[in-house]
């Protein structure tokens, strides 16, 4: 549901910028976040790995590496 120009111009006049510039914020902090979630499961992943800790091998490693990508995309994909 679209902002009908009097609403836009009330929103813009109450908090200073554009609702289109307040999207844009709010997709950049959920992108930040995003990829801060997406370094911890593959530094965590790699450093079990190198530890032996776990009980999987190289290729848990990647896959978990490809599911946080894939999630990634399809995340930035609904988001853009």
Same mark, same amino acid.
């Given at each position: 549901? !679209? *902002?009908?120009t ?5 929103y813009? +006049?109450? /908090? ?5 510039? =307040?999207?844009?914020?709010?997709a !950049? *902090?959920?992108?930040?976040a995003?990829?801060?979630?997406? +370094?911890? /499961?593959?530094l965590?992943r790699?450093? =079990?790995w ?13 896959w978990?590496?490809?599911r946080?990508?894939?999630?990634l ?7 853009r």
């Amino acid at each position: 549901m !679209a *902002m009908t120009t009097a609403q836009s111009s009330a929103y813009q +006049a109450a /908090v200073g910028y554009t609702p289109a510039a =307040s999207a844009t914020t709010i997709a !950049a *902090m959920i992108a930040v976040a995003l990829f801060l979630w997406a +370094a911890w /499961v593959v530094l965590f992943r790699m450093q =079990s790995w190198r530890q032996g800790s776990t009980s999987g091998d190289l290729n848990d490693l990647v896959w978990s590496v490809v599911r946080a990508s894939g999630l990634l995309l399809l995340v930035f994909w609904f988001i853009r």
